[in-house]
């Protein structure tokens, strides 16, 4: 992805693409489960990490929940017009002979992309992790800022 940014090639639409190929491996991921014992997949926490997208003028700003995750365990890739956030988290073994009663806490990788509406500026896009959420700041593109039109 970057390759393609940084020599000026186009997308062509890859990000709805690997959106596709993600939705695509879930449905694989969930038939699979149905017929390696269990009669429905397995229940699961849904779409992680959860996030919320908002912008104003000059940037959009994405804020992800990934509680237990470190920064090392994170790759974070941005495109002209989205991002990829993947990862893996880590949940220590609480030991040979434990007995489960609830188990809604899991571990293993996880990737999300999240497309966006309009160019961004990769080359400033600022992430920061605290407390377990990831906070980027995703400048948009010159081009598609609003510019104040003076009247004559």
Same mark, same amino acid.
């Given at each position: ?89 880590? %949940? ?27 160019? %961004? ?11 377990? %959420? ?14 104040? %039109?003076?009247?004559?």
């Amino acid at each position: 992805m970057f390759y393609r940014r940084l020599f000026n090639v186009p997308t062509w639409g890859l990000n709805r693409t690997f959106y596709d190929f993600d939705r695509l491996r879930r449905e694989v991921d969930d038939l699979y489960g149905a017929f390696s014992g269990g009669a429905l997949p397995m229940p699961s926490a849904g779409v992680f990490p959860l996030s919320n997208v908002t912008e104003d003028n000059d940037n959009y700003y994405v804020r992800a929940e990934l509680p237990g995750v470190k920064s090392e365990d994170l790759e974070i890739q941005v495109t002209a017009k989205g991002l990829s956030i993947a990862g893996e988290r880590k %949940i220590p073994v609480e030991g040979n002979n434990v007995k489960y009663h609830r188990r809604e806490r899991e571990a293993g990788k996880f990737s999300r992309l999240i497309n966006l509406p309009d160019d %961004i500026d990769v080359d400033k896009v600022d992430a920061k992790l605290e407390n377990g %959420i990831l906070t980027m700041t995703i400048p948009k593109a010159e081009k598609t800022k609003p510019r104040q %039109i003076a009247v004559k």
